[in-house]
């Protein structure tokens, strides 16, 4: 089955610096990869996903890049906030079950 | 529109009860699906149904059964309960084949402990 890999596991950014958060996967047939947040508590809630027919989806701040050839793929998080504080999790999708990563915990620093 | 509906939102349960989590979703998704989240483990899958009718093991099925009651509901059974399956559980629906719905809507939660 898919392996879904994330790093780091931790993360600490000074407000208003950007985050990066890794993942990579391993089955070429996932071709959607959606990206969660999580807050304390809270249930995980989609963020931003792309599809592989496309190399980078941008949403105000976030974006997502895609590498079908390398299998990775990346949230990029800009000017970040205090409320973007949470634990992010990617996912691959290869058929109808969703492969998750381990979560990032962000923290922003203000 | 409420979305996915997890009831209850906690339970303490007693080595060896049962009982039963329920879900609810009223967007007309097709798939289903049951995980449990522990602290440093992510996002497991228990079980999964593709569709009305079917049934699926995911990563970790051991101790649990689930039943497909009609497209909207799905829920999981603890026959008997080990502190093992001490969690946080997640229902989610998606579907494919609809536009926008690609991605899982998770429901808000069960914090499940067994004593």
């Known amino acids: 089955g898919e392996n879904v890999e994330q790093h780091p596991s931790t993360l600490s950014v000074q407000e208003g610096d950007s985050a990066v958060i890794k993942c990579t996967y391993s089955?070429?047939?996932?071709?959607?990869f959606p990206w969660y947040k999580q807050e304390l508590g809270k249930r995980p809630q989609l963020i931003i996903d792309?599809?592989?027919?496309?190399g980078e989806k941008k949403d105000q701040r976030i974006a997502v890049t895609l590498n079908k050839t390398a299998k990775h793929f990346s949230l990029h998080i800009t000017e970040t906030q205090p409320e973007d504080s949470a634990v992010y999790f990617c996912?691959?999708?290869?058929?109808?079950?969703?492969?998750f990563g381990t979560g990032t915990s962000l923290t922003v620093i203000p | 529109n409420a979305g996915v509906t997890q009831t209850p939102k906690f339970q303490v349960l007693k080595t060896g009860q049962s009982m039963t989590l329920q879900c609810a979703q009223d967007?007309?998704?097709?798939?289903m699906y049951w995980y449990r989240q522990d602290p440093g483990m992510g996002l497991r899958l228990i079980y999964y149904?593709?569709?009305?009718?079917?049934?699926d093991k995911g990563e970790v099925p051991n101790g649990y059964n689930v039943s497909r009651l009609n497209k909207r509901e799905f829920s999981l059974r603890l026959e008997s309960a080990a502190p093992s399956q001490t969690s946080v559980y997640f229902c989610?629906?998606?579907?494919?084949?609809?536009?926008?719905?690609?991605?899982?809507?998770f429901g808000s939660g069960t914090r499940l402990t067994v004593v």
């Open positions: 989610a629906s998606s579907d494919p084949a609809l536009q926008g719905a690609w991605g899982y809507t």
């Open positions: 792309i599809r592989s027919n496309v």
């Open positions: 149904s593709a569709s009305e009718g079917t049934t």
């Open positions: 996912a691959a999708r290869p058929g109808t079950q969703f492969y």
């Open positions: 967007m007309n998704h097709n798939s």
């Open positions: 089955d070429s047939a996932s071709n959607y």
